[in-house]
């Protein structure tokens, strides 16, 4: 918005600046050239007008109460902002001299974030408590109780008044402490309105809203207090807007209207006209009609005095050319508006549109290096596995190498997470319930967040089932606790909560990358030091960390992120500094039978010194490390650096049988499954384990990833080949068991 407005203020400024000259100039020349017709009709035509202020004066004060009276009535908690609208925008086009309608709530100190939170969920962004300071508005300081301006309608044209403390200013506050504690409707004495750009003074005009009736006394008043209902007054408009309704009856323009408040005797306060300042009693002392009302307890004195055109006749003219010139003034400067909010709009639009494609590049980045990276890491993990079997003795050796397994394997963990953060990992999934899942974890979870935090478990019974890598949602709720613990530095209570829940439409307008349907939510709540607002719109972000150099990736929020949504789910987080922060993820429901458990006992690795290994791995230092370690351990091997060498193996090489086959999944010419199909033409039994550091939309595309077919991604540890070896080799099913399906 301040970009757009700098772009177009100037133009805003000038078309307001000409139209204002040009159309009060024609107004001002033409009604000199009539003046002299109107002598005769000022006494009747003044009486008229001064009636017409009084009523309109006596309906702005209606309109506050009655608004005073909706707010007590449907209470202020429960009015919405477009309810407030609603209710105000009738009267404001019936009352087009009162400035704006707006709801004062009276907020504690205690409650400041909660309103200002709401407003920004509400659409106001960046709203915020402000108050007065060397002309521009800043952020109100810290005191016992405030009075914001929380709704206003209309809202262009009044941006600067929202959330303006008005208990900031000593004459503001004084008038709505004066009503808190009379009951009644008190106006303030002149004042320069906030949003006020001519030169012309207002008023503020506020009725108390309190959240009981029958009320005895002044302390029963002060603890009711809600808030006020405030009606603004540019008092040069009200006149203005008076006169131009009276005009229809003074076609002459004879009459001028002064306006003062007595109630700051013995000098009148002049309210209207702004200048030139003129003396009541010098106007008394010629031709004049006066009338003297109350306006919220102040003591008003109107008076009507010959104007320009007294003793001359007039015509419409000059208001025509005058009402002509605003209504073209008005009509540029409400395009100008509306260009300067569609500027706005399509700003942010681009910000969320920038915001996505950066975080699509860096998944595309991610996918893309993963697969030779996890190759190199593959080589340098496998020899450094091989090597340390070699050097028994402690030395600088085998200390050297360890610390180079080390730094492999943490490599290995942060590719897995950038793959999580990109959705592009291998996923297992497995029906699941998601309560069995947490309440496994208690014991680790425990010593994870420390002896200082409490951890409380509850699931929902009769819990759906959903359907998911068990594994990574293990991932997830160790991350979020981690999360949780370093909130919590001084101890606290993490709670963790699962339930089924149905999203509606209403829920997804809330939440646009949520879907409609019935999910199963895992809540998780500490009560930590919170998160700002604006951190919250990063939180998810990879690399994105406010610890510490050193003490955090930045990855551990953005791979659950990924891990959910590969998902199928979603996450969503509320949080209030010093509150604590809430983070729900939902996964959707499935239907699916839960499947049951099997203990498969299998032998060693080594338990058939026969046993044929046929190796397809086309990366030379891989196949090397990989056939030494299996040779290693009773196997015979057979290697080949690619499908059609290890076909041809097969058949010439080595005729007898071959009991599994390890292989990678994408080699130059024919890939696995192609290998695989023309193997199992002349060994059905053969059992096959697939390898790879390829991203799953990779292995996808081509028909790789299959439920029946043993998978082990890489970089590995020799350790998990080994179990995957033993699972595929114990597996019963015969043909079917390592065939990959046609579709």
Known sequence: MRKSWAK?????????????????????????????????????VADQRLSSVRTHVAGALNTVRLLASHLESTGHEGASRQG????????????????????????RQAERAGYESAARADGMTGFQFTEPADGAMKEAGQRDEYFPVFYVEPLAGNERAVGYDLASNPVRRAALLQSRDSGKVVATPRIKLIQEKDNQYGTLVFSPVYDRSRLENVLERQKALRGFALG????????????????????????????????????????????????????????????????????????????????????????????CGLLVTGMYLRYLLRRIRTDSEQLELEAQLRQAQKLEALGALTGGITHDFNNLLTIINSYCFLTL????????????????????NR??????????????????????????????????????????????????????????????????????????????????????ETANVE????????????????????????????????????????????????????????????????????????????????FR???????????????????????????????????????????????????QVIAASNADEALRASESRYPGAIDILLTDAIMPGMN??????????????????????????????????????????????FQDLADKLRGALAERGGAAAGAFSDN
């Not at 949780?484 to 001084?490: L, V």
């Not at 039994?685 to 595309?701: N, R």
Request: proline share 6%; aromatic share 8%; glycine share 8%.
């Open 672 to 717: 696995a499954k192609e290998l695989v199909t023309r193997l199992r033409k002349r060994l059905p039994d053969i059992k096959v384990v697939l390898m790879s550091g390829h991203a799953d939309e990779v292995l996808a595309a081509r028909g790789l990833l299959q439920p029946q077919i043993t998978f082990i991604a890489k970089p590995f540890a």
């Open 585 to 635: 993820v939902y996964l959707p429901r499935t239907t699916e039978p839960a499947a049951s458990a099997q203990v498969k006992k299998v032998a060693g690795l080594a338990q058939e010194p026969k046993t044929t290994v046929l190796l397809a791995e086309d990366e030379d230092a891989t196949r090397t490390a990989i056939a030494e370690y299996l040779a290693c351990n009773g196997f």
């Open 84 to 107: 407030f609208s609603l209710f105000v925008q009738p009267a404001l086009a019936n009352q087009p001299y009162l400035q704006a309608l707006e709801w004062i709530p009276r907020v």
């Open 503 to 582: 999203l509606d439409e209403a829920f997804v307008r809330e939440h646009p990358r949520s879907g409609i349907g019935q999910y199963v939510v895992l809540t998780v709540s500490d009560t930590g030091r919170g998160i700002s607002p604006e951190i919250q719109q990063r939180i998810f972000d990879p690399f994105f960390t406010t610890k510490e150099a050193g003490k955090g990736t930045g990855l551990g929020l953005s791979t659950v992120y990924g891990i959910v949504r590969q998902s199928g789910g979603y996450v969503a987080v509320e949080s209030k500094i010093g509150k604590g922060t809430t």
């Open 389 to 408: 079997n070699q050097v028994d003795t402690p030395g600088p050796v085998r200390f050297n190498v360890e610390q180079i397994l080390a730094a492999g």
């Open 411 to 496: 490599a290995a963990s942060l590719t897995r997470q950038l793959l999580a953060f990109s959705r592009k990992q291998v996923l297992s999934p497995a029906v699941l319930n998601l309560g069995s899942v947490v309440s496994g974890l208690k014991p680790l979870l425990k010593r994870l967040i420390g002896e200082d935090i409490s951890l409380e478990l509850q699931a929902q019974q009769e819990l759906w089932l959903t359907k998911a890598d068990p594994s990574q949602i293990e991932q997830v709720i160790f991350n979020l606790a981690v999360n949780a613990r370093d909130a919590m530095p001084h101890g606290g209570k993490l709670r963790m």
């Open 232 to 323: 603004v007054l540019r008092i040069g408009d009200f006149v203005a807007t008076t006169d131009d309704i009276q005009r229809r009856l003074d076609s002459t323009g004879l009459v001028d209207i002064h306006l003062f408040d007595l109630t700051t005797m013995p000098l009148p306060q002049q309210l209207y006209p702004a200048w030139p300042d003129t003396k009541a009693e010098t106007l008394v002392n010629g031709l004049h009609a006066q009338e003297t009302f109350n306006v919220g307890g102040r003591n008003w004195l109107l008076l009507a005095t010959p104007g320009p055109g007294f003793s001359r006749r007039s015509s419409l003219a000059p208001f025509l050319v005058l009402g």
């Open 8 to 44: 177009h203020g100037s133009h805003v400024f000038i078309a307001a600046t000409c139209g204002a000259i040009v159309s009060v100039a024609m107004f001002a020349i033409t009604r000199q050239l009539e003046r002299s017709r109107a002598e005769k009709q000022f006494v009747q």
